[in-house]
């Protein structure tokens, strides 16, 4: 299931440990419209194992400021609180799978 997060949503889904991939996007993005349904499917294939969610930078402006995200569509990896990975822009598939797979 994907979750679009809020900050304390954030905050208490990184507290829990796990791993978690967290795509940081906006409405007016066209490769973050791109990069949306692969990050759907991707909540689909991993549920269960990983937390996939989106953070909608422009209504949570304090989250990407934390994290330093400096364009969009950026894509942070975190296992057990702490970030482990990033990807910015639109990749293919396994860009992303090759990550969680081998932190699983």
């Known amino acids: 299931m994907l979750v679009h997060f809020s900050k304390e949503g954030f905050d208490k889904a990184l507290s829990q440990g796990g791993l978690m991939m967290v795509d940081f996007w906006a409405e007016w993005c066209g490769p973050c419209r791109m990069l949306g349904p692969l990050v759907e499917d991707l909540a689909k294939q991993y549920e269960g194992k990983a937390v996939v969610g989106k953070v909608n930078v422009d209504e949570e402006q304090e989250l990407a400021i934390r994290?330093?995200?400096m364009s969009i569509p950026t894509v942070i990896f975190f296992k057990?609180?702490?970030e482990i990975d990033r990807k910015v822009?639109?990749?293919p598939p396994n860009a992303f799978t090759q990550v969680l797979d081998s932190n699983l």
Do not use: A, E, I
Request: glycine share 34%; no cysteine.
């Open 67 to 69: 994290y330093g995200v």
């Open 80 to 82: 057990d609180g702490k």
């Open 89 to 91: 822009g639109v990749m």
